[in-house]
Structure formats: C-alpha cells, structure tokens
Nanobody, 126 residues
C-alpha cells in the first residue's frame, strides 16, 4: 500500500525559505514519480515540481523555477521541496503526490497521480 505524507509547512516571511518534506513508501517498482502541487484559496490546484525516482530527473513550473528545488533522499525515501525567496503568491496548501510511471519533459497533471498526501499549509506573509 502506497503512502504519501507531507510535512514542513508554516508561516514564512517574503524572501524567506522553507523546506517541505514528502515521505513516500510502498512502491514495488522504482519507476514512479513524486510531484508537488499547490492550491491557493479560490484557485485551482496547480503543479509545482516533480522528480522521477529512477533517475532523479526534475521538472519545474515556470512560476517557481530558479527559486524552488526538488530533491530526494534515496535512503529515507523522502522527497524535499526547498523553497527559497518565497513570495506572497506562493501561499497555498501544498500537496505531495506519487504515481507509477516515468515522465519525460514535464510533470504529470494532477489527474494522473494516484496517491496523495493530505497537504501542508504554506503562508507567506510579513
């Protein structure tokens, strides 16, 4: 049974940094993708970044490129989202999701993800 558990959200000032964690367990194959999505109040869920477990390939949405970094700890099976230079528009509930497969060139859409965490709130405010 695949489990996805996020942690690390909180209040951060504009320009600050925050690191989210996503513990993934239960996959029987190395071919899976872990992705971060976010949903701001009143807005649709949008993709943020993703990482392929088999080779570590990463992709980012334009809105977070050069500010956010996704990485994974292969020993602990944890995926991190390092958020630097955060902006008020980064305020949202962040969800981690995982799904079997390999994506080349871009992240999968939210409807393509099979396993979801409950989300963690990120509030960027002074």
């Amino acid at each position: 049974q695949v489990q996805v558990v996020e942690s690390g959200g909180g209040l951060v000032q504009p320009g600050g940094s925050l690191r989210l964690s996503c513990a993934v367990s239960g996959f029987t194959s190395d071919y899976y993708v872990t992705a971060w999505f976010r949903q701001a109040p009143g807005k649709e869920r949008e993709g943020v970044s993703c990482i392929m477990n088999i080779d570590g390939s990463t992709y980012y949405e334009d809105s977070v490129k050069d500010r956010f970094t996704i990485s994974k700890d292969n020993v602990e099976n944890v995926v991190y989202l390092q958020m630097n230079n955060v902006m008020p528009e980064d305020t949202a509930k962040y969800f981690c999701a995982a799904s079997t497969g390999y994506y080349s060139g871009s992240c999968p859409p939210s409807y393509g993800m099979d396993h979801w965490g409950k989300g963690t709130l990120v509030n960027v405010s002074s």
